[in-house]
T-cell receptor
């Protein structure tokens, strides 16, 4: 069945450094890959997404890359700030299907 | 646009009681999804619904859990005869279903169920 694996489960960086979170998916029919940020006690919020016809997308300090052949996608956060500290979830979905989430990465940015 | 509205935000039930969680999607959204999140864990898919139709319920436990999205009114996630293991945050999300942004899920604030 569909599965999304996410690594690492925890990530600690110094303020100003970059952070990279990686995900792999199993269903080759998946064509939509969003990333959500969830702060403690809050709802998940969409921060960036990418569709399978695009290899890379950037929005200010956040970028996502997609390798369809390897069924692998990554989130890159540059110049990290303490307010970037949260749990980040990757997800994958095929057309008309359900959105399956990875296990989450707890990012801690130390000032 | 009020966004995805969930209520109640907090619900306390004793073992064996019933829990009903409600979700009103964003205006213009016709697709609703329910996810369960245990403390310090990920978002586990439960069910995906359109108005009066269940699209995918592969994540729903076979017993005690049911969901509906009637023609009028909010989507309801119903848990009968609750047990302590049902204690979790239940998040609802909605999406347009068609057009640009069809796949984009917007989440509600969640309903936190505590079973005593």
């Amino acid at each position: 069945g569909e599965n999304v694996e996410q690594h690492p489960s925890t990530l600690s960086v110094q303020e100003g450094d970059s952070a990279v979170i990686k995900c792999t998916y199993s269903d080759s029919a998946s064509n939509y890959f969003p990333w959500y940020k969830q702060e403690l006690g809050k709802r998940p919020q969409l921060i960036i997404d990418i569709r399978s016809n695009v290899g890379e997308k950037k929005d200010q300090r956040i970028a996502v890359t997609l390798n369809k052949t390897a069924k692998h996608f990554s989130l890159h956060i540059t110049e990290t700030q303490p307010e970037d500290s949260a749990v980040y979830f990757c997800a994958a979905r095929k057309q008309g299907g359900k959105l399956i989430f990875g296990q989450g990465t707890e990012l801690s940015v130390k000032p | 646009n009020a966004g995805v509205m969930q209520n109640p935000r907090h619900l306390v039930r004793r073992r064996g009681q019933e829990a009903r969680l409600r979700c009103s999607p964003m205006k213009g959204h016709s697709h609703v999804y329910w996810y369960r999140q245990l403390p310090e864990e990920g978002l586990k898919f439960m069910v995906y619904l359109q108005k009066e139709n269940i699209i995918d319920e592969s994540g729903m436990p076979k017993e005690r859990f049911s969901a509906e999205f009637p023609k009028e009114g909010p989507s309801i996630l119903r848990i009968q005869q609750v047990v302590r293991g049902d204690s979790a945050a239940y998040f609802c999300a909605s999406s347009p279903g068609t057009g640009l942004g069809a796949n984009v899920l917007t989440f509600g604030a969640g309903s936190r169920l505590t079973v005593l």
